[in-house]
T-cell receptor
Framework: EAGVTQFPSHSVIEKGQTVTLRCDPISGHDNLYWYRRVMGKEIKFLLHFVKESKQDESGMPNNRFLAERTGGTYSTLKVQPAELEDSGVYFC????????????FGEGSWLTVV | EDQVTQSPEALRLQEGESSSLNCSYTVSGLRGLFWYRQDPGKGPEFLFTLYSAGEEKEKERLKATLTKKESFLHITAPKPEDSATYLCAVQAWGGSEKLVFGKGMKLTVNP
């Protein structure tokens, strides 16, 4: 069974440009989460989808970030326009709705804004 | 506010030298405490979830325990391949399922 898949694995963009990160959760997982780790800091929660609905978006830093999960399958996280402080690694994670709370992470998308 | 503190930040061990990693937490109501392993350039790899004080779980050379204020990850007779960053996170009851992570503990096991 495939794990959580993220694309791209690495991205370098200029300040002011737009980047879209994609996450494919484990098949059958209704819960999908986005997290971010910036340099020197701990991993921090961004938002949580249950199927296509945003359950909790309290961690989204500002309105330059837009997350979608159309159809309740894969999700995208768009940063527009990107700023230098957006650099870091973005992790996607997924879990089944009543899984006993095992949350699986992807390998991450490493974003560098220059 | 929920908080997780891991200590030490880094630890060097000789192969076979057992030790423990500490994770102290404050949370409004603990739903679960998670341990992950992370290798450089990779995503967190799930190890354990603990739900209540007194619970213990084991996997190979790793054993996780939980009290009302902290969790320990005991490593018995570690091998070089156990070198990684170990992450602790808590999940609270009450609406959000988000994990609150500590900064992690980098373990190096020398042969």
């Amino acid at each position: 069974e495939a794990g959580v898949t993220q694309f791209p694995s690495h991205s370098v963009i200029e300040k002011g440009q737009t980047v879209t990160l994609r996450c494919d959760p484990i098949s059958g997982h209704d819960n999908l989460y986005w997290y971010r780790r910036v340099m020197g800091k701990e991993i921090k929660f961004l938002l949580h989808f249950v199927k296509e609905s945003k359950q909790d978006e309290s961690g989204m830093p500002n309105n330059r970030f837009l997350a979608e999960r159309t159809g309740g399958t894969y999700s995208t996280l768009k940063v527009q326009p990107a700023e230098l402080e957006d650099s870091g690694v973005y992790f996607c994670a997924s879990s089944q709705f009543h899984s006993g709370n095992t949350i699986y992470f992807g390998e991450g998308s490493w974003l560098t804004v220059v | 506010e929920d908080q997780v503190t891991q200590s030490p930040e880094a630890l060097r061990l000789q192969e076979g030298e057992s030790s423990s990693l500490n994770c102290s937490y404050t949370v409004s109501g603990l739903r679960g405490l998670f341990w992950y392993r992370q290798d450089p350039g990779k995503g967190p790899e799930f190890l354990f979830t603990l739900y209540s004080a007194g619970e213990e779980k084991e996997k190979e050379r790793l054993k996780a325990t939980l009290t009302k204020k902290e969790s320990f990850l005991h490593i018995t007779a570690p091998k070089p391949e156990d070198s990684a960053t170990y992450l602790c996170a808590v999940q609270a009851w009450g609406g959000s399922e988000k994990l609150v992570f500590g900064k992690g503990m980098k373990l190096t096991v020398n042969p």
